[in-house]
Nanobody, 124 residues
Framework: VQLQASGGGLVQTGGSLRLSCAAS??????YGWFRQAPGKEREFVAAFRWSGTTKKYADSVKGRFTISRDYANNTPYLQMNNLRPEDTAVYYC????????????????????WGQGTLVTVSS
């Protein structure tokens, strides 16, 4: 089983990026996005159940980031708009075969599989 996040890069404040998470080996019930800035703990960004409409966003990204999915390619995406310097971090996709309930989605311990991460740098 492999997860690989991609789509990171350098962008100016106010810019946009779209991250994708390539998953191979099996299907998953819930995907999550987390990020880790230098010297900080890994924090929750967003998550959703592959089937259905259950989604959760961190307060810091609500209204700016959007999760979506491509059923044909079995790929989840994280669209990031209006990026800010404080969004600079390595972004990780995570997954579990379980369909997590809303209250568990922000818990990184609820995820069984993690990708290697992609760096997002937002310049001021």
């Amino acid at each position: 089983v492999q997860l690989q996040a991609s789509g990171g890069g350098l962008v100016q404040t106010g810019g946009s990026l779209r991250l994708s998470c390539a998953a191979s080996g099996r299907s998953f019930g819930t995907y999550g996005w987390f990020r880790q800035a230098p010297g900080k703990e890994r924090e929750f960004v967003a998550a959703f159940r592959w089937s259905g409409t259950t989604k959760k966003y961190a307060d810091s990204v609500k209204g700016r980031f959007t999760i979506s999915r491509d059923y044909a390619n079995n790929t989840p995406y994280l669209q990031m708009n209006n990026l800010r310097p404080e969004d600079t971090a390595v972004y990780y996709c995570a997954a579990t075969t379980r369909g997590l309930i809303l209250s568990s989605m922000a818990d990184k311990n609820a995820y069984d599989y993690w990708g290697q991460g992609t760096l997002v740098t937002v310049s001021s």
